[in-house]
């Protein structure tokens, strides 16, 4: 089993900036998939962005060039820089760990409004 603990999320003003975090802990294999999902108000979950465990990067097109998903593999932690939030990436934001099995964390609300 692996858990997740995200924290980060909250209100924001269009244009602003926020830093979402997710720690795993459990049973962590060192080849491995981290990264983070989101799901809006009446909508399906989505991919926002994924990293592997070697650096590789993916991000959804909405995304691209305003977020930043890295990791920190010693600390079993992933981050995602957002920048230039608009009011369309108000979401729950769920974090995710991948080896063979998919791990959800339980979400953090992003909001942006002004």
């Known amino acids: 089993q692996v858990q997740l603990v995200e924290s980060g999320g909250g209100l924001v003003q269009p244009g602003g900036s926020l830093r979402l975090s997710c720690t795993a802990s459990g049973r962590i294999f060192s080849i491995n998939v981290m990264g983070w999902y989101r799901q809006a108000p009446g909508k399906e979950r989505e991919l926002v962005a994924t990293?592997?465990?070697?650096?590789?990067?993916d991000y959804a097109d909405s995304v691209k060039g305003r977020f930043t998903v890295s990791r920190d593999n010693a600390k079993i932690t992933v981050y995602l820089h957002m920048n230039s939030l608009k009011p369309e990436d108000t979401a729950v934001y769920y974090c995710?760990?991948?080896?063979?099995?998919?791990?959800w964390g339980k979400g953090t609300l992003v909001t942006v409004s002004s």
């Open positions: 995710a760990y991948s080896d063979s099995t998919y791990y």
């Open positions: 990293i592997t465990s070697g650096g590789s990067t």
